[in-house]
């Protein structure tokens, strides 16, 4: 009974750091492409319209189902999105704090403050679907460590377990299929041994079962398709548009969403260094803790082999070193909290066990000498990830110093950072409600169709009675600007067209500067005339 009250203490305590800074996250601008996608991607499935083929989805099929049913019970709105956000970031940080359980609530409490801190703030709380992989990737360890642990005594309670892990293993890979390597080599050493061939079928069973719906996006969007959108075009088209210098410049951000969000920073009273010098010390330190957790779980199995704590840290650190390639492909602050949230969140566990031969310390000196050392460490390394950006929202909960704006129409809000766009959008919306008729088709592209880095998607989630008239919902460079690409076609099928020009100042060292085919703007000036322009950031275009 003591144990399991220590354990809801400390979970309590984790939903109280989430507590603070909420209010702040919910009313704080999302990143307007990627939370425009993931509302608008739920609304277009619930009208019908499958991924990979009436919209480009560059991860699997799940997180925008689990979305849809969400939106289905709760409504489309921007709320229930975030509260899917919430709940994912949730289950990273529980499922860190459980695994971290095997050494102590204490360790377990700073490991899940930790894997909160660093997660949280890049995104704010959209709900993308490698969160929700990683959330579902780190109960499926738990649960086939908890297989492993009770196969001696209770047998048939382990294989449920195992099917469960399967399950989750399943469902997180219908999330985000790139997980695949991570989940089977932390899976594999989770039950490898005298229990393997007893867990083998049972997980097996969970996964395949987990992997199911599969069969039906491939049965309806068909498997060439599929294999474009999930395959080819985040690997082989999309990669030289997105990808930054590795290392990352210490002197320099690369990303521009990074510089951009840089200025917006509140200051910070104790020393630290620039923010690309920040930047590059986590890049190394997300590939040095990885390898240290695995190396050091190798080391321990071998010392102790019947020992569970060694087997769930060489499982933890096999799933880290899986994750390693998530901040490689974009080295950006976003990127690497996705890659190093668990990562880093083990680091005073790996603490702990050097610790371990220390005999002058006691039990509980060693998980708080661990946990507030890593704590102090990544405050002094890294303190405008690890830290700044968590207060900033929780200052924001308590109304200081608020940096976005409500944008409200059709019953539906959105927030942004500038209160410019805010004033533009108020005058372009009605104009868009007035000119088009439900069923009418909408575009929302950069100004120039050439360059398509970015976009401004949550537009059309304030229209779901007008069809997005591009299969480039997401624009990403390319793939949507990619000589052959379908955006001609689809801006001569639409019948308003929006053009934005507030992101024409991307500029990434990468093939985002490339120019594309100019057929789509050709097909603009051929058939369609510029209607108004807002603010100088917006222009809407109607049919000649």
């Not at 009605?430 to 998607?457: C, F, H, Q, W």
């Not at 304030?462 to 801006?491: C, H, K, Q, W």
Request: proline share 6%; hydrophobic share 50%; charged share 20%.
């Amino acid at each position: 009974m003591r144990g399991h009250r220590g354990t809801i203490v400390g979970l309590l305590v984790l939903l109280a750091l989430f507590l603070l800074p909420l209010r702040g996250l919910l009313r704080s601008q999302g990143p307007p492409m990627e939370e425009g996608f993931m509302l608008t991607f739920p609304q277009r499935v619930l009208r019908g319209e499958l991924p990979n083929v009436d919209f480009l989805h560059l991860y699997g099929p799940g997180s925008v189902w689990v979305l849809a049913g969400f939106f289905k019970v709760f409504g489309d709105a921007l709320a229930t999105e975030r509260a899917v956000g919430l709940l994912q970031m949730m289950g990273v940080v529980s499922g860190v704090f459980m695994l971290a359980r095997h050494w102590g609530r204490t360790l377990a409490t700073f490991a899940g403050f930790i894997a909160l801190i660093i997660i949280v703030p890049p995104l704010g709380l959209v709900a993308l679907a490698w969160v929700g992989a990683v959330g579902l990737g780190v109960w499926a360890l738990w649960f086939g460590l908890e297989a492993r642990r009770l196969l001696p005594h209770d047998p048939a309670k382990a294989r449920r377990r195992a099917v469960v892990s399967g399950l989750l293993a399943g469902i997180a890979l219908l999330y985000r299929p790139d997980l695949v390597l991570a989940l089977t080599g932390a899976l594999v050493v989770a039950v490898w041994g005298a229990c393997e061939a007893r867990l083998r079928r049972p997980l097996l069973v969970g996964t395949a079962v987990g992997l199911a719906p599969y069969v039906v996006h491939f049965a309806t969007a068909g498997f060439g398709a599929a294999f474009r959108g999930m395959v080819l075009d985040p690997v082989i088209y999309l990669r030289g548009g997105r990808r930054l210098p590795i290392p990352p410049n210490p002197y320099h951000l690369d990303g521009f969403l990074q510089r951009s969000g840089d200025l917006f920073q509140s200051s910070w009273p104790l020393p630290d260094m620039p923010t690309a010098t920040e930047l590059t010390v986590w890049f190394f330190l997300l590939i040095a803790v990885a390898a240290l957790l695995l190396f050091l779980g190798l080391h321990l199995v071998r010392r102790e082999p019947a020992s569970f704590r060694a087997r769930a840290l060489l499982v933890v650190g096999v799933f880290c070193i899986g994750l390693v390639p998530q901040g490689v492909q974009r080295t950006d602050s976003a990127h690497f909290a996705w890659a190093s949230c668990v990562t880093l969140g083990f680091l005073p566990v790996a603490v702990y066990e050097l610790l371990g031969r220390r005999r002058w310390l006691g039990l509980r000196a060693r998980q708080l000498t661990a946990g507030l050392a890593i704590v102090v460490l990544l405050v002094l390394l890294i303190p405008h990830f690890f830290g700044r950006s968590y207060l900033d929202y929780t200052y924001q909960t308590f109304g200081a110093r608020r940096l976005s704006f409500q944008v409200h129409y059709n019953g539906r809000t959105f927030y942004y950072g500038r209160r410019d766009v805010q004033a533009a959008l108020r005058k372009l919306f009605p104009d868009i409600t007035r000119l088009t008729k439900p069923g009418e088709r909408l575009l929302v592209g950069p100004s120039d169709l050439r360059k398509t880095p970015y976009s401004e998607a949550f537009i059309y989630y304030f229209f779901p009675e007008l069809r997005p008239g591009t299969y480039y919902i997401e624009m990403d460079p390319g793939v949507a600007n990619r000589e052959g690409s379908r955006l001609a076609d689809d801006v001569a099928s639409s019948d308003v067209i929006v053009l934005s020009s507030v992101w024409d100042r991307w500029d990434e060292p990468n093939d985002s500067r490339k120019v594309g085919s100019d057929r789509p703007n050709q097909v603009l000036h051929r058939l369609f005339k510029l209607h108004r322009t807002y603010g100088g950031l917006y222009q809407l275009w109607v049919r000649k």
